[in-house]
Nanobody
Framework: QVQLVESGGGLVQPGGSLRLSCAVSGFTLDYYAIGWFRQAPGKEREGVSCISSVDGSTYYLDSVKGRFTISRDNAKNTVYLQMNSLKPEDTADYYC????????????????WGQGTQVTVSS
């Protein structure tokens, strides 16, 4: 059974950091790209970052480049999203998702989703 479980969300002040984790089971990271998406209230879900299964190539939304870093630990079957210099506009529910295709910023490309973890950036 394919399962993705996010953790690490919470309340943080502007300029602070959080590390999100996505623990996967039922498949291995060797064959699936993992993406992080976020959805703020009243807004569409947007792709934040993705890491390829083939060569570990990484991709980022322009607004998070230089602040967020995606990584994976294949031995632990876990993908991380390190978020630094957080801004109030980063506030959203964050989801990890898996695809057997190439990385994409489009949610429809991903067939497996976690339940999400909430990130709130506020003073």
């Amino acid at each position: 059974q394919v399962q993705l479980v996010e953790s690490g969300g919470g309340l943080v002040q502007p300029g602070g950091s959080l590390r999100l984790s996505c623990a996967v089971s039922g498949f291995t990271l060797d064959y699936y790209a993992i993406g992080w998406f976020r959805q703020a209230p009243g807004k569409e879900r947007e792709g934040v970052s993705c890491i390829s299964s083939v060569d570990g190539s990484t991709y980022y939304l322009d607004s998070v480049k230089g602040r967020f870093t995606i990584s994976r630990d294949n031995a632990k079957n876990t993908v991380y999203l390190q978020m630094n210099s957080l801004k109030p506009e980063d506030t959203a529910d964050y989801y990890c998702a898996a695809t057997s295709r190439r990385c994409s910023g489009y949610a429809y490309s991903f067939g497996y989703w976690g339940q999400g973890t909430q990130v709130t950036v506020s003073s």
